[in-house]
Nanobody, 123 residues
Framework: QVQLVESGGGSVQAGGSLRLSCAASGRSFNGNVMGWFRQAPGKEREFVATIPWTGTPTYYTTSVKGRFTISKDNAKSTVYLYLQMNSLKPEDTANYYC??????????????WGQGTQVTVSS
């Protein structure tokens, strides 16, 4: 059974930083594209960043380029996915989802999802 468990969300003031983590287990993710999506109240879920199994190239939505960094650690049986978020803005406020087996160009969805972690940025 595939499990994606996020952690690291919270509340921060504009300009601050947060690091999201996701522990992915339950199957082999070799060759898989993993990523982060987010959904703000009243809006559709959108992709934030993706990373292939090899680690490069990474891919970001325009609004987070230069501020967010996606990375992962394949070394263990559990794959760890990270999202370092710097210079946070109020418009970054959303529920953030870890995703595995991401598809679409640009990314539009995934076959596996975490439960989400809330990020709130105050001005």
């Amino acid at each position: 059974q595939v499990q994606l468990v996020e952690s690291g969300g919270g509340s921060v003031q504009a300009g601050g930083s947060l690091r999201l983590s996701c522990a992915a287990s339950g199957r082999s993710f070799n060759g898989n594209v993993m990523g982060w999506f987010r959904q703000a109240p009243g809006k559709e879920r959108e992709f934030v960043a993706t990373i292939p199994w090899t680690g490069t190239p990474t891919y970001y939505t325009t609004s987070v380029k230069g501020r967010f960094t996606i990375s992962k650690d394949n070394a263990k049986s559990t794959v760890y996915l990270y999202l370092q978020m710097n210079s946070l803005k109020p418009e970054d406020t959303a529920n953030y989802y870890c995703a595995a087996d991401v598809y679409g160009t640009p990314p539009t969805g995934a076959h596996y999802w975490g439960q989400g972690t809330q990020v709130t940025v105050s001005s």
